[in-house]
């Protein structure tokens, strides 16, 4: 009497082990996608604003506000406004000088 060959099976070659990492993977795959759609979506939300205006339109208008109001960046402590002080002093001194 002929026995049939043996058939192999894969789920039988698999051991707990492999079996672990492989469902492991798919998990860290399904929480990848799941992550990666999050992004898009809050991508699509930052650069609409909230509000539905285009978030580099709201820098160019504040760029352009600050280039029209050199102004509002001299803050205290900084050092364009320290600047700011010594150049209207040295103005002032050079009137003087000139005055003499």
Do not use: H
């Not at 993977?25 to 999050?38: D, G, Q, T, V």
């Not at 709201?58 to 600050?66: G, W």
């Not at 803050?75 to 209207?88: A, D, F, N």
């Amino acid at each position: 009497m002929t026995m049939p060959p043996p058939v192999a099976l894969d789920d039988e070659d698999e051991n707990e082990f492999v079996k672990q990492q492989t469902s492991e993977i798919e998990r860290l795959k399904s929480k990848n996608r799941s992550l990666e759609e999050n992004l898009r979506t809050s991508n699509n939300v930052a650069l609409t604003g909230g509000d539905g205006k285009n978030t580099q339109s709201k820098i160019l208008q504040e760029l352009e506000y600050l280039k029209g109001n050199p102004g509002s960046l001299n803050r205290p402590g900084t050092g364009s406004e320290e600047l700011q002080k010594v150049r209207t002093e040295r103005d002032q001194l050079i009137s003087e000088n000139r005055k003499l």
